[in-house]
């Protein structure tokens, strides 16, 4: 927005931004690949009354995490990494329709 409430895109910062929100997904896409086993089977995990009550619950809130992170492979509900993607995507479209209503209006003001 401009100080006169109006909006206003710089495209090629925007685009940056957009490529820098892209690497993000597959940064965490891939972090992810790397964890998600070792989240499946935590390992040991001491079985006395602590460990005993938080393995009671890790089922559940790994299962829930997991359906955040993988998601179930359609286009509602991608991998999490995914959706980084998706959003640096529209906003390119954004951006180009920026663009081109841009071109336009210099072209009907002859700039």
Known sequence: MTDDDRLEMDPTETSKRLARLQ????????????????????GKVNLGPLGAQFMSKYPDVKDAYFKVMDGNGTSDSPAFGEKYRQWAEFGDQCVTLYRETEERAAEEYGR
């Open 23 to 42: 690497a993000a997904g597959e940064d965490l896409q891939t972090a992810w690949q790397r964890i998600r086993g070792q989240i499946e089977n935590p």
